[in-house]
């Protein structure tokens, strides 16, 4: 196994997660660290766990071992509920929009993750509410504008290309204010150019909105383009974690994908 090579703190520290369905281990005593400001690549073949360790981290599944610490607090012990309102947001493998709504409204859900106010307020129409809701209003509009997606704003979700789809999971993440961004397969369903312009933009995110990346990907020529770190699973084990070239020269990383030894 190769060592990484990095010096800041983590922001995510993932220790010893087990994590079963019946009797098959989908986690089997997985540990790494997510440096604060990097983007880290979590890559493995399929099955191999990717997705079950972000809805272990995003509290959708329950380990039955292990910890998950992020900014000093260890996640397993609180509600999927308080999650987002910690700075974690996430796309999905196979997006989850509303696709009724419009691309503007379905940006807006990401903002109740950074809102405090309840019914009880907006009903009083207390001053910081509409302070609030004006400064959560100014973050999708600009998400917006960030992402190109101004001609398609007032339009229904359901119909629009799958690409564009990508970044309205992306906008609404980002309103929610995220030090944590966690990128379930971005690159999916995307092109040649759509895929290196995506490079560019998560590297962009992470500048401008200040964000940590965790980012699962098959996408290998984007994944080792972007991330100081790459983590690999394969069978719910973890194989190797270390820089891109440490990595993609590691035996047992060849063996996973190739399925021959090295
Ligand atoms: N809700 C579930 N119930 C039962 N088994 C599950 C569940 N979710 C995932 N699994 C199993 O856990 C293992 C890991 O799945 P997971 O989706 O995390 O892999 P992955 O690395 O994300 O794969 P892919 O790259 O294909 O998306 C697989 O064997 C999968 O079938």
Known sequence: MTSSTNGSQPLLSVRNITLRFGGLVALDDVSFDVPAGQIVGLIGPNGAGKTTMFNAITRLYHPQAGEIWYGGRNLLSLAAHEVPRLGIARTFQNLALFASMTVRD????GTHARTKSDVFSQALRLPWVSREEREAEAAVSEAIAYLGLERVADHPAAGLPFGTLKRIELARALVAKPKLLLLDE???GLNHEEVSALGA????IRERFDVTVLLVEHHMGLVMSISEKVVVLDFGKKIAE???AEVQRDPEVIRAYLGVEA
Do not use: F, S, Y
Not at 201 to 204: A, F, R
């Open 201 to 204: 933009l998560i590297k962009d």
């Open 242 to 244: 270390g820089t891109p």
């Open 186 to 188: 971005p690159a999916g």
């Open 106 to 109: 379905n940006i807006r859900v």
